[in-house]
């Protein structure tokens, strides 16, 4: 029964390129987060999703972030024109059923340095 | 939005004895309350919860208490071990999103 899983472990880019970032949630689960974090800070949310459907983005950035949680295959969140500042941690969490005490199992992260 | 503080960032300790963390949170609509410890290299993982119908829980050598009127709760570590070395991350829940403390840096030293 494997785990949240997230790919590439390590993403490096330079200035200007677009960074993607996989997540496939735990089997079962259709509630997809995506938390950054940034060097000795803790977790902040950025969107939640359902298959096919954004919840809640209030925690994006107006610009250049996306997420998009298909029908089949991989939540995706994708970093165009990457700056120095989107380098960090991207965690993304799953679960099984929304609303309050929803247990999120989180991934090993993305960590994403921008050159 | 919801503002939670976490307190202290570096915490040592000696190997067998306790360590508490604490923190406290603005959103009385919170409801529940998740501890997530990270190692190094690696993503959160959640090691007790609450809720806010319940005042204390506990599960062997950890505990969790909630004051729901301070709007406060601490994570209790006992009898600890070199493999309780990692940051310590209090979160708070009243929707579907997870707002986070800063983080505690335990180190449990021989």
Same mark, same amino acid.
């Given at each position: +029964? ?8 390590h993403l490096?880019?330079?200035?200007g ?5 996989r997540?496939?949630?735990?089997k079962g689960?259709?509630h997809v987060y995506?938390y950054?974090?940034l060097?000795?800070?803790?977790l902040?949310?950025m969107v939640?999703?359902q298959?096919? +459907?954004?919840?809640?983005? $209030? ?6 972030f ?17 700056v120095?500042?989107?380098?960090a941690?991207?965690?993304?969490? $799953?679960?099984?059923?929304e609303?309050?005490g +929803?247990?999120? %199992?989180f991934?090993?992260g993305?960590?994403?340095t921008?050159? | /939005? ?5 307190h202290p960032?570096t915490? $040592?300790?000696?190997? /067998?004895d306790?360590a508490?963390?604490?923190? #406290? ?5 919170? +409801? ?6 990270q190692?190094? /290299?690696?993503g959160?993982q959640?090691?007790i919860d609450i ?10 050598r950890?505990a969790?208490?909630l ?6 709760f ?5 009898? #600890?071990?070199?493999?309780? $070395?990692?940051?310590? %991350?209090?979160?708070?829940? /009243?929707g579907n999103?997870?707002?986070?403390? #800063?983080?505690?840096?335990l180190?449990v030293e021989?």
């Amino acid at each position: +029964n494997a785990g949240v899983m997230q790919n590439p472990r390590h993403l490096v880019r330079r200035r200007g390129q677009e960074a993607r970032l996989r997540c496939s949630p735990m089997k079962g689960h259709s509630h997809v987060y995506w938390y950054r974090q940034l060097p000795e800070e803790g977790l902040k949310f950025m969107v939640y999703l359902q298959k096919e +459907n954004i919840i809640d983005e $209030s925690g994006m950035p107006k610009e250049r972030f996306s997420a998009e949680f298909p029908k089949e295959g991989p939540s995706i969140l994708r970093i165009q024109q990457v700056v120095r500042g989107d380098s960090a941690a991207y965690f993304c969490a $799953s679960a099984g059923f929304e609303g309050p005490g +929803n247990e999120q %199992f989180f991934g090993p992260g993305t960590r994403l340095t921008v050159l | /939005g919801e503002n939670v503080e976490q307190h202290p960032s570096t915490l $040592s300790v000696q190997e /067998g004895d306790s360590a508490v963390i604490k923190c #406290t949170y603005s959103d009385s609509a919170s +409801n529940y309350f998740p501890w997530y410890k990270q190692e190094l /290299g690696k993503g959160p993982q959640l090691i007790i919860d609450i809720r806010s119908n319940v005042g204390e829980k506990k599960d062997q050598r950890i505990a969790v208490t909630l004051n729901k009127t301070a709007k406060h709760f601490s994570l209790h570590i006992t009898e #600890t071990q070199p493999e309780d $070395s990692a940051v310590y %991350f209090c979160s708070t829940g /009243g929707g579907n999103k997870l707002t986070f403390g #800063t983080g505690t840096q335990l180190k449990v030293e021989l």
